[in-house]
C-alpha cells in the first residue's frame, strides 16, 4: 500500500474518531463560580480515580492501536504504520477536536521516549515483545533515571550493574520516577564500570516492573499527591538480552531518550490546569475579583497574558512548520522554559487576584482552589531537565557557547 | 483596509532578506550607520534611493496600483533587517506611519497624490500625533484646523515628531469643529516652522512641528481620525516589533561572539554559566519575540489561521519592546568595560530600543491597549 496524502489520512482518521468517539461539546463562554472548582496540573487524584484513569487511557490506545493509528511513524512490523511526522500531526490536531481519555501516561514517557530509544538500541527479539504491547496499550513504561546523586548530573548514577552468567543483577535507588506505580517497563541506566569517566561507564537496561527485587515506593509531593516513586533495585536479574545498546555504551542511548523528551514536552498543554489559565478564565477572574481597577494588578495582567499569548503563538508557528517536516532542534526547550514560567506567574497572579481568600477555604469558587496549581509550580522548573540544564542546551548547543571545562 | 495581500512564499522572503542584507552590509555597516546618523540630514539619501530604485522595498507592501501589494509579512522582513543595522532614515516614518495612514484612509485623492512620490523613494513623509504632554493620544489635540471655504489651515505645536526635518509632507492630526481629523501638510508651506531636538537615539532625528495659518489639505472626512490611528498604530506596532527583533538578534549575537572569544581567569566568559544563561535568556526572550512579531505580521495581512490584528499587534508591541530593551541591556553587561564606551555599537542599540519602547507611549500605554485588545 502507497503512503496515503496527508488529505487521505486525515479523512481516514476522522472516519475512526467519528465512530469511537464524541466530538468534544465546545467549551462555552466562561462563567465564573460555575463548573469544577478545581486549578491542578498534577493529577493528584484519589487512587480508584487514578487507576480508572489509566485504564482509561489504556483503553483508548488499544482502540487506536487496533485501528491502525496506535503507532503512526513506527515500523510496520511493530503494529505501526511507517507514515511520516506530518501524518501524525494530522491526527493529533484532529484528536483534539473530540473528547477522548488523555493517554499521556503512556505516551509521553514510554511511547514518545522509551520507544524511539528501543527502535534505536534494543535486540529485535526485545522489540518484537515489547514493543507492540506498549503500543496497545498493554505495557507502560517509566524512566528509571534519576537518584539520589544524579539529578542534573545524569551520568553520575550509581545504581550498580554486575554480570553473573547469562545475566546481569542490578542493585541501587532510582527516584522522581513519574508512572512507576502504573508501569510494566522500565528503562534503567547503571554503572557498569566505576573506574573509567563517568560517561563511559554506563550501561542501560530495559526491565520488566515485576520482577522481583523492584520495590515502588510513592513520593508524596509538595503539592500533596503521588506522582513520582522512589524505586529500589535489589539484586534484580536481568538477561543480558535486555541490555540496550553496549556495554559501558550507554550514554549515548541515554541521549536518545533525552533528545526524544525535550521534543516532546512544552508542546504538551497544561494539563487540567489549561482552563484555569487560559485567558478566557483569567479575564473573568480579574473582573469578578473586582481588580481590574488597580493599576498594579493591570501591569502584571498584561505581563502574563503578552507572554502567555506569544507563547501561543510560539507554539502554533511550530506545529505548523512542524506540520511541513520543518521539525524543531533544542530551540524547541524555549517553549518548555516559557511554558513553565508562565504557569507559575498565572498562579501568583491568580493569588495576586484573590488575596487573603487563598489563606483558607471559605467556600467561595475559584479562591483555595488555586492553592493546588500554585503548589505544583515549583516542579515546572525542575522537572524534564531544570531550567539551569535548559539554559545550558540553549547555550552550548544552539548558541555554540563553550562547555564549563571540565 | 484593501483586500488581503498578496501571500509571499518562504524562499521569496529569504532572497529578499538575503539582497537586503547584503546592501546593508556595506552601504549601512558600522561606519556608515555613524556617518550617517551624525550628518547634517541625519541618514543617506543615497541609501534611500537605491533601496527604491535597486530593491523597491518602499513599494513593496502598497497597494497595487502604488506598490507590489505584498503584505506586512514582507514589509516585516525590511524592517527586521534595517534593525538589525539600525540604519537611520525615514523609512519606518515614511513607508509604515504616512503611508499606512494614507492606506488606512481609504482617501483615493490623497492617495494618488502622494503615494506614488512614497514609492519611488522621491517623497519622505512623517505622522504628526504627539504634542506638549508626550501622550500618544487619538483625540484632545491642541493643533486646530479652521476651515475657510474649501480651505483648512491648521495651527499649532506637534512636540515630537520623527523624522520631521527630512519630511517633504507631514501627515498632521487634529481637532476640527466637525472631529478629529488627519490632514497634510507640505513642509515647505509658509506658517511651516521646523525646529530639530537633541535626540535619545541618534539614529533617528525628531523635530517640532509649529505651524502658524499653514494650508492644509483633509485626508479623510473629520471624525475619521481614530479610525485611522487605530489602523495606524496596529500596523506600526507589527512593524516596529518586526524592527525591534532584528535589533535584538543584532544584540544577541554580538554578545554570543564576544562571550565564545574574550578570555577572563583563564577561559571564555561564555563558558561561566552566570554568562551563558544570560545569554540563553536573551535567545529565549528574542525567539519568542521573533514569534510575536511574525504573528502580528500575519494578522495585519489576515491570514486565515491569525489572530484578531489588534490582539497580535499589541502582544508584539508590548513582547518585543520588552525584548529589545533587555537583550540591549544586556549585551552591554555582557561586554563589560567595552560595551560602555562611545565607540561601541552596543549603545547605538541601547539607545534605539529604549526610544522603540516609548515611541507610542511607553509601556502603560502598550500594556493597557493590549488589555482592551483582550477586553479587560
Keep these: 500500500m502507497s503512503t496515503p496524502s496527508l488529505a487521505d489520512f486525515a479523512e481516514e482518521a476522522r472516519a475512526f474518531l467519528s465512530e469511537h468517539a464524541t466530538p468534544r461539546r465546545a467549551e462555552g463562554a466562561v462563567v465564573w463560580g460555575e463548573g469544577p472548582d478545581r486549578v491542578t496540573y498534577f493529577g493528584d487524584e484519589p487512587k480508584e480515580v487514578d487507576r480508572a484513569n489509566v485504564q482509561a487511557a489504556r483503553d483508548w490506545q488499544r482502540t487506536r492501536y487496533e485501528n491502525g493509528l496506535g503507532w503512526i511513524t513506527g515500523p510496520k512490523q511493530y503494529g505501526g504504520r511507517e507514515l511520516s511526522i506530518a501524518h501524525e500531526l494530522v491526527y493529533d490536531g484532529l484528536e483534539a477536536e473530540y473528547d477522548v481519555p488523555d493517554t499521556g501516561v503512556i505516551s509521553l514517557i514510554g511511547l514518545g521516549m522509551i520507544a524511539p530509544t528501543m527502535l534505536a538500541h534494543a535486540r529485535p527479539e526485545i522489540n518484537d515483545r515489547y514493543l507492540p504491547a506498549m503500543f496497545r496499550g498493554d505495557a507502560i513504561a517509566c524512566q528509571l533515571f534519576s537518584e539520589p546523586n544524579a539529578g542534573s548530573d545524569l551520568a553520575n548514577v550509581q545504581t550498580r550493574a554486575t554480570r553473573d552468567g547469562d545475566s546481569w543483577l542490578l542493585n541501587g535507588q532510582k527516584v522522581w ?88 514536552v512544552g508542546g504538551e498543554g497544561a494539563g487540567p490546569a489549561t482552563r484555569p489559565t487560559s485567558r478566557a478564565y483569567l479575564l473573568e477572574m480579574l473582573k469578578a475579583t473586582g481588580r481590574d481597577t488597580d493599576g498594579g494588578v493591570r501591569r502584571d495582567f498584561a505581563r502574563l497574558l503578552a507572554d502567555q499569548t506569544a507563547t501561543d503563538y510560539l507554539t502554533h508557528q511550530m506545529m505548523r512548520r512542524a506540520r511541513t517536516g520543518d521539525l524543531p532542534g533544542p530551540e524547541a526547550s524555549v517553549g518548555k522554559l516559557m511554558f513553565g514560567q508562565n504557569l507559575t506567574r498565572a498562579a501568583h497572579l491568580a493569588a495576586e487576584m484573590t488575596g487573603p481568600r487563598m489563606l483558607a477555604d471559605t467556600g467561595d469558587w475559584g479562591a483555595f482552589s488555586w492553592n493546588e496549581l500554585l503548589l505544583g509550580t515549583p516542579a515546572f522548573r525542575i522537572l524534564g531537565g531544570t531550567e539551569e540544564i535548559m539554559k545550558n542546551i540553549l547555550g552550548e548547543r544552539v548558541l555554540g557557547l563553550p562547555k564549563e571545562p571540565a | ?323 529589545f530593551m533587555f537583550v540591549a541591556m544586556e549585551n552591554i553587561q555582557v561586554h563589560g568595560g567595552i560595551g560602555f564606551t562611545w565607540e561601541h555599537p552596543a549603545h547605538l542599540y541601547f539607545r534605539r530600543a529604549k526610544a522603540d519602547q516609548l515611541m507610542f507611549g511607553g509601556p502603560a500605554a502598550y500594556y493597557e491597549r493590549l488589555l482592551r485588545a483582550l477586553g479587560a
Design chain 1, 177 to 264: 520516577t513519574s508512572a512507576a506505580h502504573h508501569a510494566q517497563l522500565g528503562m534503567v541506566v547503571s554503572r557498569t564500570n566505576p573506574d573509567v569517566p563517568k560517561h563511559k561507564g554506563i550501561t542501560t537496561f530495559l526491565i520488566d516492573m515485576s520482577w522481583e527485587g523492584v520495590d515502588v515506593r510513592p513520593l508524596r509531593q509538595m503539592s500533596g499527591g503521588a506522582e513520582f516513586n522512589e524505586v529500589y533495585l535489589d539484586n534484580v536479574r536481568v538477561p543480558d538480552e535486555h541490555r540496550m545498546g553496549e556495554v559501558d555504551g550507554g550514554w549515548r542511548v541515554t541521549m536518545t531518550t533525552l533528545m526524544n523528551e525535550r521534543a516532546s
Design chain 2, 1 to 323: 483596509m484593501s483586500a488581503v495581500p498578496e501571500p509571499i512564499g518562504s524562499e521569496e522572503l529569504a532572497d529578499l532578506r538575503r539582497s537586503l542584507r547584503g546592501l546593508l552590509s556595506t552601504a549601512a555597516d558600522e561606519e556608515a550607520v555613524r556617518a550617517a546618523a551624525a550628518s547634517e540630514t541625519g541618514h543617506d539619501e543615497k541609501l534611500y534611493a537605491r533601496l527604491a530604485t535597486e530593491l523597491g522595498v518602499q513599494s513593496l507592501a502598497l497597494p497595487a496600483p502604488y506598490g507590489d501589494g505584498f503584505g506586512m509579512e514582507a514589509l516585516a522582513v525590511v524592517l527586521g533587517e534595517f534593525g538589525r543595522s539600525v540604519v537611520p532614515g525615514p523609512f519606518f516614518s515614511t513607508v509604515v506611519l504616512a503611508a499606512g495612514a494614507l492606506v488606512a484612509s481609504g482617501d483615493a485623492a490623497a492617495m494618488d497624490r502622494y503615494l506614488p512620490g512614497i514609492a519611488d523613494g522621491s517623497v519622505v513623509a512623517t505622522l504628526a500625533v504627539i504634542e506638549a504632554d508626550g501622550h500618544w493620544r487619538h483625540q484632545d489635540f491642541g493643533v486646530a484646523a479652521q476651515r475657510q471655504g474649501d480651505q483648512w489651515s491648521l495651527s499649532g505645536t506637534k512636540a515630537l515628531v520623527p523624522d520631521l526635518l527630512t519630511s517633504d509632507i507631514v501627515l498632521v492630526a487634529a481637532a476640527t469643529p466637525e472631529g478629529e481629523a488627519l490632514f497634510a501638510v507640505d513642509t515647505a508651506a509658509p506658517g511651516v516652522d521646523r525646529t530639530a531636538l537633541r535626540t535619545l537615539d541618534i539614529t533617528r532625528r525628531i523635530g517640532r512641528l509649529d505651524l502658524g495659518d499653514v494650508p492644509a489639505t483633509l485626508i479623510g472626512a473629520p471624525g475619521g481620525l481614530s479610525q485611522i490611528l487605530d489602523a495606524v498604530l496596529d500596523r506600526a506596532a507589527a512593524g516596529l516589533a518586526a524592527e525591534q527583533i532584528g535589533g535584538a538578534e543584532a544584540c544577541l549575537e554580538m554578545a554570543v561572539s564576544y562571550a565564545k572569544v574574550r578570555e577572563q581567569f583563564g577561559r571564555p566568559i561564555g563558558s561561566f554559566q552566570a554568562v551563558k544563561h544570560k545569554c540563553a535568556d536573551m535567545f529565549a526572550r528574542t525567539e519568542l519575540g521573533r514569534a510575536a512579531a511574525l504573528e502580528a505580521a500575519r494578522a495585519l495581512d489576515g491570514r486565515e489561521d491569525a489572530p484578531p490584528a489588534a490582539e497580535a499587534a499589541a502582544v508584539a508591541h508590548s513582547v518585543c519592546s520588552e525584548t
